[in-house]
């Protein structure tokens, strides 16, 4: 159970953060927001708010969703024949049409429609109650609302309000907000990480921060901070070069020059023996030396989450040197480090959370149709051609990305089944 809850919030959080990146540019940028979803799935609980988005909240706590006017398959279909009924204003003007069987309007008008135009000239033809000698034509109002079959309402979407109607620069920055909501989450999270740990380590220094209490570091006399400046007559000028030595040399004595309080002094410890990776290392108990400055604490973390960036560079780079399934993860490899993490304890919690976060952001700016990085390129294509493409080779091209990811994502998925489960 704590493995489940730690990966749904971790999941959910960093849905969340992305699609609320592209929720609040596309909201600046004058495109209209019909829904934003926390959760997938069957509604659980719907509020439209007075800036005309439904805000939901669905059974299934994995992530969410934001769906934006006029993209892919987003308007409602109505079709001739279909059954609905609409609410009307004071003036005979449509402000609520609804085509759900789950929802009465009590004080609708039932009909059978005829025709509906409700993204230019915001009009819609029916016979009342399913009359064909009563025909009627209403004007819809701009601001009004369909109730779906399912039950959730949401705005209607006239062309000015649609995403295609904003700026090419308003677009590209709603489409690259997601990404960028989830590098500014890694910082926020590498910089609360550096706080909660008290600071931040310094591996290019040959001074040693903590020592642990009955440790062999601690026994031979070791105090937080002294220099360690050589073990069995090598030098060690970095913490890389204290561990390197140190794991190798398991239950070994050991002869270490030291500088405590301005003055040299030689001890001698045993490394404890531990099990890494299946491997006997050796572990004497003192930890690195950390700058604990509210400066340092920032700075930190900001170095670590560049760090991360291109460590993930560096792995997308070896996939083209050598692809292989084994690189590459899925739901079941979030899982499985969240169920690590959470018996970890909280620290490697947001570890992942940030580890995964600036993965989910570099991975959906690459140029693949159906990520956001797809839809800047074609944002890019549109500015130097001087007009978007043609909306049916678009949405081919999207299609065929979409195709490709939900293939690469089963191949993964089983991937990670065989590697933990079998």
Do not use: C
């Amino acid at each position: 159970m704590r493995t489940i809850i730690t990966f749904l919030i971790v999941f959910g959080v960093l849905v969340i953060v992305h699609e609320f990146g592209h929720f609040f540019f596309a909201k600046r940028s004058g495109i209209l927001v019909r829904e934003f979803s926390i959760g997938m799935g069957p509604k659980l609980i719907a509020h439209m708010g007075k800036d005309g988005t439904t805000y939901t909240l669905r059974l299934l706590p994995i992530g969410g969703y934001v769906r934006m006017a006029g993209l892919e398959d987003e308007e409602t279909e109505l079709s001739p024949g279909m059954p609905l009924s609409v609410e009307l204003t004071p003036k005979n003007e449509v402000q609520r049409i609804n085509v759900s069987k789950k929802v009465q309007l009590p004080n609708s008008i039932p009909m059978e429609l005829i025709s509906a135009d409700l993204v230019d000239d915001l009009v819609i033809k029916g016979y009342v109650n399913g009359d064909e000698s009563q025909e009627m034509t209403y004007k819809v109002q701009h601001d009004a609302t369909v109730i779906e079959e399912n039950g959730t309402e949401v705005r209607i979407a006239p062309r000015d309000v649609q995403f295609q109607s904003a700026k090419l620069g308003s677009r590209i920055l709603t489409n690259f907000a997601g990404p960028m909501n989830n590098f500014i989450l890694t910082v926020v999270l590498f910089i609360a990480l550096a706080f909660l740990q008290g600071g931040v380590a310094v591996y290019n220094t040959n001074q040693i921060g903590e020592v642990q209490e009955n440790s062999p570091a601690a026994t031979a006399g070791l105090e937080d901070n002294d220099t360690i400046l050589a073990v069995d007559g090598k030098k060690i000028s970095s913490w890389n070069d204290l561990t390197n030595t140190v794991t190798k040399k398991p239950g070994k004595e050991l002869t270490v020059l030291i500088e405590q309080d301005g003055k040299e002094k030689t001890v001698q410890m045993t490394p404890k023996t531990v099990k890494s990776n299946g491997e006997k290392v050796g572990q004497i108990g003192v930890g690195p030396y950390m700058k604990t400055g509210f400066g340092d604490k920032v700075i930190g973390g900001l170095t670590q989450s560049w760090d991360m960036v291109k460590r993930i560079f560096s792995a997308l780079g070896s996939l083209f040197t050598g692809f292989s399934l084994d690189k590459l993860g899925g739901p079941v490899m979030m899982y499985q480090m969240s169920s690590e993490a959470s018996r970890a304890g909280v620290k490697t919690v947001i570890y992942l959370m940030a580890l995964l976060s600036v993965n989910l952001g570099i991975v959906n700016l690459l140029p693949i149709p159906a990520f956001d990085g797809g839809k800047i390129l074609l944002n890019l294509i549109e500015g130097i051609r001087g007009k978007p493409l043609d909306p049916d080779k678009e949405g081919m091209i999207t299609m065929i990305g979409f195709g490709f990811i939900m293939v690469l994502m089963i191949l993964v998925t089983w991937n990670d089944i065989q590697r933990f489960f079998f």
